[in-house]
Every structure is written in structure tokens, then in C-alpha cells.
């Protein structure tokens, strides 16, 4: 019986434990296929080496084709010390001569040094390491190449060049904020601008390559090509747009300004031919890339905004130009507070017309007080029909809102009709008053304001972008054609009579507004500050093109519209006009080809370009003053030639130039040149304004 109570007892051990270790096995497969799936999946892939392969990010061109962001690869080279095929043998016998080559090559320490590092890094098992941290240029890269153990490639010389993409900006600063730019890593892509707005179109899609490793050798097992991202045709035109800058950065100088606008955009089509922002970081330096200004900032426009104005009150029929309107001894009441014009002593008794082209701030303001002061809405909701309360939609990122009070708002008071007749306590954008000016200007049809022509890939173009129409018409027939006729007396009789040209009409508003300060209001610190504008088009008979200019906190105790503001639209519209308008400028050359095209010329010594311009037979529109170095842009009907300032201690811009005359101007001011690439100047590495010591080097790259 005992033997019988042990035998079963046995067996009851074995089975319990051959039951537990059942239940423990599947236990074990529920939790392998529940939670451990993903985990042995990544182990089961650990032999194959997965990457991501970039696509090459598009180019952004102007609207000739002319490059204005585009990628440079650089290159930073990396060793594998204990790469399969690099033996000791192999190592011996060429590490003296690649020591050799770059010590020759950076130049920054003797080929012993570079031998020993080498050496003691092999020693040490490195198999990333850095031979130096400068990184260089494709075209050096393919000297490096033929370097010994580096010509052998990655398995048996151990070379891995590392490419970095640098995005660079042929033109400069031209357009810069709103061409825009990346983030410190581009993976994240646009951060501003163009780059921002067109990022998914820019960047392509990456591709994937796998490399198994098979017999200890690494082979390809699949691979998925990225596609390249597209090249973005702007509107721009580079040189239109380096004439805005000049004319804008020289009235900023001159007038000690906090910042300032420029927007060229052709009338028709809404296309932006030209925009420039520009901010002072000191005295007398000002830069493009700080902030958009043309479109970010919504600020009170003043008189600017009387033309959306009166044009309400001429769409109700309350008023008519030949109607007169006593403006007074300069000075009149609204409740507690007071109006005054721009002449102390008063205009007395003016016509609509008159009061419009003297930009009599009582005159406009009794119109729209008399005629809407008990029905302010019908006033508010005219000019909301005009489109002027919403915002354009453009592409880049950061518009400014508009702001146009309604009445019943917690902000309305019983000021705020006469002086939003003048354009206080209304807000808007320099583009958004361009984008109505020019709608005026095109008989009534709003287009909304156009960056992008299109998309192109090698040249040829994928996608075009058609004009987008806002408000088919603003305003009636009647209105628009009064609205010009006060427009170009403004001109003619009013206001801006400083910037009429005999050539052709330029029709017009001028803008002079104080600035509000926060809290502090208007007179914060007991100091006033002022933004001077014009917006207008031109020629004015028929309209080609539409330009605003804005400058804001300009000192030295000139700060009226006409003066700050219409002499840069003038210069403006004087170049542009000279150079794509009048066809009685266009060359004889031209005139037997109708299909001829001037040359893009590189900038040069004035004297050797009249030369060669003169032989030619090409038309030379010459602003250089006489000046040895000169700048040149090349339109549709003459080569402008302008000065090229080269200021003592400073690094000169060499970009347009030639390699002769590139080289002879940076070695002239002490500097090392180091040229990479063929054709004219597209970028330097030292940034042109900036100090520096003789013997420094530079680098120049021609395409």
C-alpha cells in the first residue's frame, strides 16, 4: 500500500510539473505575439542598414530664370580606419604621402601631424573620424579624391566625404526676407517666406536604400529614387527689384529712418515685380532679412486711406468733385478733440477736387461726417464692399489683419468717423492699400497680389499660375474714372507736384501719419514719430504698373509723404519706365530682331564695359557718376550700369563681377582669393560690409 500512496505520488510531481510548464510555454507565446512582436521584428532586421535618401531641394528663380535660392553641396571628410580592405599594409605604405597631400591641402598643420593623428586614430579603433572640420567644395572635392588610400574609395581607403547642402542666395540680400529661408537644420525645411510657403513643393520626397549584409560584404537589396522637389518660378524681376532696394536703402540713409517699403506689382496680372523691406540695425546699415514689412505690418495708413474715402461718399452720390466745402482757418472740433490741416492758417473754401489734391484733412473730414453721421454704417459698409476689411490670403505666411472699425463696436466713439475719414483708427498693410490703389488703377478689377508664376523642372514649366480676381469691380465706372482723375491732380496740382515727370503721368497719393506708440499714444515721450508714404501707378494714361513706398520714423525734421516717400516711388518708376516702358529708347539692334535679348553682363570697370557695350551697338543707361568699378542689370531695352561703392576696410561685393575683376578688387583690398567655379561672381564667404584683416582669405564661387 506504501509503495502504491509513493508510486502515486510521483506522478502526481510529474504531472503537476509537466502542467506548469505548459501553462508557463503558453503564457510565454501570447506574451511574445501581444507585447514583444515589435521588438524581435527590429532584432530580426538588425543585419540590413536602412537609410533615408534625401531629394534634392528645387531652386527659386526670378521670373527670367535667373537664380534667387538655390543649394551648394559642402563637404566634410571622414575615415574609416578599419575599413575591410584598408590592411596594414596598405595603411604603411600611403599614410606618409596622404599626410603629405592634406597638409598641403588646409594648410594648417605639417604633414607629421596629420601622419600621427591618422595613425593613433587607426590605433584606436576609429571608424568615423573626422580629418578635418572644415568642410569644402564640390570642386575640391574631386581633387581630394585622387588623393592616396582616399582614391580607393570607402572599403579599401577608408574615405567617407560627408555632403552638407548649404542654401545660398546668389543675388544677396535682394528680396531676401521674402524669398525666405531655412531652418538651422533643413530636414525641418522653410521657416519664412517663399521657402515657408512653397516647403512641399521645394522639398520633393525622399527615397530609401537598403543595404543587407551578406558574407561579411554590405550589398544593395533595394532601393526607392527620391524624386527632386520643383523649382519655383516667382514673379520677381532681380534687377526691377535691385532698383527698388537702391532707391529705398539710399532714402533710408539720407533720412536716418527706422525701416522702410518698397512694392512694384504690375497692374493687370497682380504679379510683384519688385518688393523690398529694409530695417536699421545702426547707423546707416540696413538689412533686407528682418521682417516683412510689405506684408506683416498693418499700421494707420493716413491720407493714403482718403481715397477708399471719398470714393464712398462719391459712390452714395453725396458729394460731387465741383462741390465746395469751407475747410476753415486750419483748426475744427469734433466733440473734445481737434482737427488740424497741414497749412496752420487754414485752406478756407475748396472744391471736393481741390481738398483732395491738398490732402486737407478737415475738408475730407467734414464730407464724411456731415454726410454719414447718422447712418455710420452705411459709410463702414461701403468700404467693406471695397474689400478693405479682409485680409488678401496670400501665401506667405504672417499677413497683417486689417482693421476697419464697425459702428456698435466697444472702439467706436464719436471721433472715430472724421478721423477715420483720414485714416486713423483704421489699419492696414502697404500691400493691402497697394493691392486697392492698384485695383483703381485697373479700372476697378482687384487682383489678388501674385509671388509665384509657376512651377518648372530642367528648365521647363510644369504648372502656371493664373491671375486671382478679389472684387470684379470695387466700384462703379463713374467712381473709379474720378478716383484717377483726383489721383493724377495730386500729381499734376496737389501734394506731390515734386515727383511730375514730362515723360510720362504718374498718378498718385501721398501719405504723412503719426504713430502711435502703445499706451504712450502718438506723442509718447513728448516725441512725435511719423510714417511717410506714396502709392500710385504709372504711366498714368494707361497703367502698367502700381507702386507704394513707406518709410517709417524718418528724423532730421522731414517726414511729409512727398518728400521721404514720393522721391524713391519717383526713382522707382523713373528707372523702370526708362527701361521696360518707352519704346523710344529701344536700340536699332533690337528693332531689325524682334526676338533679341540684351546680355546678362557681369559688372566690371566702367571704361572696358563702354568699350565693349559701344562696339555692340547696345544701349547704356549710365547712373555710375564716372566711377572706375560699376554694377550692371540687363532689361528688356538697355544695360543700367549704377556705381559700385568699395569702401576702404571693408570687404568689397564682388557678386555679378567677372573673375578678373573680382580678383583685382578683393586683392587691391588685401584679401587671399580662392575661386571656385566659371562665369561671373554668384557668392562670397565673406559678407560684403563686413571688417577684416589683410591676408585673409576669401572664397568666391562663379556660375
Not at 476697378?444 to 486671382?468: A, D
Not at 529708347?585 to 540684351?598: E, F, H, M, R
Not at 563702354?610 to 532689361?635: F, H
Request: aromatic fraction near 10%; charge should be positive; include cysteine.
Amino acid at each position: 500500500m506504501a509503495i502504491k500512496r509513493s508510486i502515486i505520488f510521483r506522478v502526481g510531481i510529474i504531472y503537476l510539473f509537466f502542467l506548469g510548464l505548459s501553462f508557463w510555454l503558453i503564457f510565454e507565446l501570447i506574451s511574445l505575439k501581444l507585447f514583444e512582436a515589435d521588438q524581435w521584428k527590429a532584432i530580426s532586421h538588425s543585419g540590413n542598414d536602412r537609410n533615408i535618401v534625401d531629394a534634392n531641394r528645387g531652386e527659386i528663380l526670378d521670373v527670367n530664370g535667373r537664380k534667387l535660392a538655390c543649394s551648394v553641396p559642402s563637404y566634410r571628410l571622414y575615415m574609416d580606419l578599419l575599413a575591410e580592405g584598408l590592411t596594414d599594409e596598405l595603411f604603411n605604405a600611403h599614410i606618409d604621402s596622404l599626410a603629405w597631400h592634406l597638409s598641403n591641402f588646409f594648410r594648417d598643420k605639417s604633414a607629421a601631424a596629420y601622419k600621427r593623428d591618422l595613425t593613433l586614430a587607426r590605433q584606436n579603433g576609429r571608424r568615423y573620424h573626422m580629418v578635418h572640420p572644415r568642410r569644402i567644395s564640390y570642386t575640391d572635392l574631386q581633387k581630394v579624391n585622387n588623393f592616396p588610400l582616399f582614391r580607393l574609395g570607402r572599403n579599401r581607403g577608408g574615405f567617407i566625404p560627408e555632403q552638407f547642402d548649404r542654401r545660398e542666395l546668389p543675388f544677396g540680400s535682394l528680396a531676401a526676407r521674402t524669398i525666405g529661408k531655412l531652418y538651422g537644420e533643413s530636414s525641418k525645411g522653410g521657416m519664412v517666406g517663399l521657402e515657408h510657403a512653397y516647403n512641399d513643393v521645394l522639398s520633393g520626397t525622399p527615397g530609401s536604400s537598403a543595404m543587407k549584409r551578406v558574407s561579411g560584404r554590405w550589398v544593395p537589396e533595394v532601393v526607392v529614387p527620391p524624386v527632386d522637389g520643383l523649382d519655383i518660378v516667382t514673379t520677381i524681376d532681380i534687377a526691377i527689384q535691385d532698383v527698388a532696394e537702391h532707391a529705398l536703402r539710399n532714402q533710408l540713409v539720407r533720412h536716418n529712418a527706422s525701416h522702410g517699403v518698397a512694392i512694384l506689382m504690375e497692374v493687370q496680372t497682380g504679379a510683384i515685380k519688385a518688393i523690398a523691406n529694409l530695417h536699421r540695425i545702426r547707423q546707416g546699415v540696413y538689412i533686407e532679412d528682418y521682417f516683412n514689412y510689405a506684408i506683416g505690418a498693418s499700421t494707420e495708413p493716413g491720407s493714403t486711406f482718403k481715397l477708399p474715402v471719398i470714393m464712398a461718399a462719391l459712390e452714395d452720390r453725396a458729394i460731387r468733385i465741383t462741390d465746395s466745402i469751407d475747410t476753415g482757418n486750419g483748426a475744427f472740433r469734433y466733440f473734445d478733440q481737434v482737427m488740424r490741416d497741414s497749412n496752420p492758417s487754414g485752406f478756407g473754401k475748396l472744391s471736393v477736387s481741390e481738398i483732395f489734391e491738398k490732402s486737407s484733412n478737415i475738408g475730407i473730414s467734414r464730407i464724411i461726417f456731415d454726410s454719414y453721421k447718422d447712418n455710420p454704417r452705411r459709410f463702414v459698409d461701403r468700404l467693406y464692399n471695397m474689400d478693405l476689411n479682409q485680409p488678401l490670403g496670400v501665401e506667405i505666411h504672417g499677413e497683417g489683419r486689417p482693421l476697419i472699425k464697425y459702428p456698435g463696436d466697444n472702439s467706436w466713439s464719436g471721433t472715430t468717423l472724421p478721423w477715420m475719414s483720414i485714416g486713423y483708427e483704421v489699419k492696414l498693410t502697404p500691400l493691402q492699400t497697394l493691392t486697392f490703389y492698384n485695383a483703381v488703377a485697373n479700372k476697378g478689377r482687384m487682383v489678388k497680389p501674385k509671388f509665384v508664376k509657376g512651377y518648372s523642372r530642367h528648365g521647363r514649366m510644369v504648372k502656371r499660375f493664373s491671375s486671382e480676381v478679389i472684387n470684379p469691380s470695387i466700384a462703379s465706372r463713374e467712381t473709379i474714372e474720378t478716383a484717377h482723375q483726383l489721383l493724377l491732380g495730386v500729381v499734376e496740382r496737389g501734394t506731390a507736384t515734386n515727383i511730375r515727370n514730362r515723360q510720362y503721368t504718374i498718378a498718385g497719393k501721398t501719405g504723412t501719419a503719426q504713430v502711435a506708440r502703445g499706451a504712450e499714444g502718438y506723442r509718447g515721450g513728448g516725441n512725435v514719430e511719423y510714417q511717410a508714404s506714396f502709392v500710385g501707378y504709372f504711366p498714368a494714361d494707361n497703367p502698367r504698373y502700381s507702386c507704394i513706398v513707406v518709410v517709417s520714423a524718418p528724423s532730421n525734421n522731414v517726414y511729409y509723404g512727398n518728400v521721404v516717400a514720393g522721391t524713391v516711388f519717383r526713382e522707382i518708376s523713373d528707372r523702370v519706365y526708362a527701361t521696360t516702358i518707352h519704346e523710344a529708347s529701344t536700340p536699332v539692334i533690337v528693332a531689325q530682331n524682334p526676338n533679341a535679348v540684351l546680355p546678362f553682363s557681369k559688372g566690371g570697370t566702367r571704361d572696358e564695359l563702354n568699350k565693349i557695350y559701344s562696339r555692340l551697338g547696345l544701349p547704356v543707361y549710365d547712373k555710375s557718376t564716372e566711377t572706375e568699378w560699376i554694377s550692371t542689370m540687363a532689361t528688356d531695352s538697355a544695360i543700367v550700369m549704377r556705381p559700385r561703392t568699395i569702401p576702404p576696410g571693408l570687404v568689397p561685393s564682388v557678386i555679378g563681377m567677372g573673375a578678373k575683376d573680382a580678383i583685382a578688387v578683393l586683392e587691391n583690398a588685401g584679401l587671399n582669393v580662392h575661386i571656385q567655379g566659371v562665369g561671373r561672381v554668384v557668392s562670397q564667404s565673406l559678407a560684403a560690409g563686413t571688417s577684416f584683416r589683410r591676408g585673409n582669405t576669401i572664397y568666391i564661387r562663379l556660375n
